[in-house]
T-cell receptor, first 114, second 115 residues
């Protein structure tokens, strides 16, 4: 069964605008961590932000913030003030408490246009 | 500079041949992982290792083999039994699997093409 779901089609975003990338997850483990990675066309995976299941506040990291809705099992990434360099694939991932492995979604393609 | 090195960046092999992808890290990380990425499929876990001389199958281990003889190294062999080996392969490591918030660090990837 799919643990991480990212279903948005490719998105075009105007430079300097905000964009929200959706991620829903499925787990019965009360302890888990959620991660977002960026993958530019070069292929490397760049860690962006982390949210723990017990964290009381939404995570923020510079222009990245995470809209964590635990009851809905949703962890959407918000990128504020988009820049041309934000054009990339974005992956949501989860680590469940009993496992060391990271499970990834299929990704969201973002293209920032001037 | 600390990091994860995958080599080569591009690899071409004939069908039916085994091929080994290299992954080396100097981050002193305990856990290492191999993922496969196909267009539209995201990353799928092939194998992972939490400690030297031990490894576990991931979701798509068939047709692949690994070894973990040294903490720094986690080579992946794509065998002739793998039916569709052409893909982008990513190696990753993380410092301590007991901690939930430890992100995985990735190498640059190896693009394997089988002809």
């Amino acid at each position: 069964a799919q643990k991480i779901t990212q279903t948005q089609p490719g998105m075009f975003v105007q430079e300097k605008e905000a964009v929200t990338l959706d991620c829903t997850y499925d787990t019965s483990d009360p302890s888990y961590g959620l991660f977002w990675y960026k993958q530019p066309s070069s292929g490397e995976m760049i860690f962006l932000i982390y949210q723990g299941s017990y964290d009381q506040q939404n995570a923020t990291e510079g222009r990245y913030s995470l809209n964590f809705q635990k009851a809905r099992k949703s962890a959407n990434l918000v990128i504020s003030a988009s820049q041309l360099g934000d054009s990339a694939m974005y992956f949501c991932a989860m680590r469940e408490g009993s496992l060391s492995r990271l499970a990834f979604g299929k990704g969201n393609q973002v293209v920032v246009i001037p | 500079d600390g990091g994860i090195t995958q080599s080569p960046k591009y690899l071409f092999r004939k069908e039916g041949q085994n091929v080994t992808l290299s992954c080396e890290q100097n981050l002193n990380h305990d856990a290492m992982y191999w993922y496969r990425q196909d267009p539209g499929q995201g990353l799928r876990l092939i194998y992972y290792s939490q400690i030297v001389n031990d490894f576990q199958k991931g979701d798509i281990a068939e047709g692949y083999s690994v070894s973990r003889e040294k903490k720094e190294s986690f080579p992946l062999t794509v065998t002739s039994a793998q039916k569709n080996p052409t893909a982008f392969y990513l190696c990753a490591s993380s410092p301590e699997t007991a901690f939930m918030n430890t992100e995985a660090f990735f190498g640059q990837g190896t693009r394997l093409t089988v002809v």
